[in-house]
């Protein structure tokens, strides 16, 4: 059995020789791995469709342990489109977020939107802190791990039904956080997700 849908390479790992098993969000059935036969060779066609971030056309068969990938075609390759060491870091980030957070084989099609759309404001927002926090406040509120109604405090409460329900334009312009303040933002949210996760998330310290 074949299907084909658009997804997000979130990680790869090599296998055997000259294969990878590749971890990529998908707009209709979550997240994935599949089988990438032979992209490690110099000569595959796939090898440069599969890079971190990127945004794909993909056919896969279904196998009985793992599927298998057969054909990968790039809408947008987020991570390689005007390339800079600090984008890269940013858009992994994300990426750890989304793999970390989600199960395999769970549809949640508003994810996929968010991510797309937040991968495209790594490039294009200079607030990266921003970006970071509206990004985790909106993904773990989709996914039923946080919502701004379990904040007590009023003016907190509203504030992070902003960061949750607004368009991202919308809190740019409403909220002018201070560093401290973002930084301090910041530190609560990877903390809340190191402790759903029960990991430490490993992009953070590369972040600047």
Request: hydrophobic content about 40%.
């Amino acid at each position: 059995m074949y299907f084909s849908t658009e997804g997000v390479i979130l990680k790869r790992k090599n296998f055997g020789e000259a294969d990878r098993i590749v971890t990529i969000y998908t707009r209709d059935n979550g997240k994935i791995s599949a089988l990438a036969k032979g992209v490690r060779r110099p000569r595959s066609k796939k090898a440069g469709h599969l890079e971190l971030g990127s945004w794909c056309k993909i056919f896969v068969a279904r196998g009985k342990n793992l599927d298998l990938l057969t054909e990968v075609e790039t809408k947008r390759a987020f991570g390689i489109a005007d390339f800079s060491e600090e984008k890269a870091k940013r858009i992994y980030h994300l990426l750890e977020l989304v793999d970390a957070l989600t199960p395999e084989h769970q549809k949640n099609l508003a994810v996929f939107i968010l991510l797309v759309q937040y991968l495209k404001k790594c490039v294009q927002e200079d607030d990266f802190n921003l970006v970071s926090s509206v990004f985790k406040v909106k993904l773990t509120s989709m996914l039923g791990f946080f919502s701004s109604h379990s904040i007590t405090t009023s003016k907190t409460q509203k504030f992070f039904e902003s960061l949750q329900h607004d368009e991202f334009e919308k809190i740019k312009e409403r909220f002018r956080l201070s560093q401290k303040s973002q930084l301090k933002l910041l530190s609560f949210l990877d903390s809340m997700i190191e402790s759903l996760t029960q990991q430490k998330l490993k992009t953070v310290r590369f972040l600047d």
